[in-house]
């Protein structure tokens, strides 16, 4: 048994795959499966703000991709939004502010539903949490996790679709966040009845650290695939 690090890469299936958008857009992304067998559930990632600096690899993401195929048996699917560069490549156009967006979130859920993945949930981040809030609310989502939600984009009536939606909605928020603090969250979240505020003590906007990635991929398994949290630690 080896300590999973910062920086550790457990074995999967791991495929660069194009997305293609109903506007006529490529975008680049990478699937990661479990090696050896079927997957029991699939994230479909939303990154943060690429006028930022986010982007398919931004680190939890990466992270998640890194060791919940393994360790939970989940399919993880990131993908670059327009516009968005990583080292995987560029996705074509621009940067739309969430609008065309709504381009990129269909066709992965197209991808997911072609490919036959079970169980899909969002995983947003920031940005990528509007983009759930807004253009998330479609028959094969599950639910969704929201990492350190803004909700700049979103609005009180995209709350009040998603609580008759009827979806879990979990939030993770962190205690010193930029934007969006927990108890402030229990009030701009007052409309989506159903959804769970989770406080993380002494975690920031980045989740920076490694205690920190481990609490987030710790909730996101627990409401994905509890079967299989806590996480371990060691491989």
Known sequence: MTEIRSETVLPARREDVELHTADGLTLV??????????????????HPLPTAGGFMDSHVLKK??????????L????????GTTSPRGTSEGHFDAGDGERFDVAAALEFVEFRDLPHV???GWSFGTDLALVHGRDPLVEGLI???????????????AWAEF???????VPEFDDFLRPEQARERFAPLRQAEIVPVDGAKHLWVGEKSVRRVLDEVVARVNPARSPLPTDY
């Open 75 to 82: 399919a993880v699917l990131r993908f670059n939004t327009r």
């Open 29 to 46: 992304g990478e699937l990661a499966l479990p090696l050896d067998r079927d997957p029991v559930a699939t994230l479909v990632t939303l």
């Open 146 to 160: 929201l990492l350190s939600p803004p909700l700049r984009w979103s609005t009180p009536g995209d709350l009040e």
């Open 64 to 73: 998640a991709s890194y060791r919940l195929p393994a360790l939970a048996d």
């Open 121 to 123: 949930w969002l995983l």
């Open 166 to 172: 009827g979806r879990p909605v979990t939030a993770l």
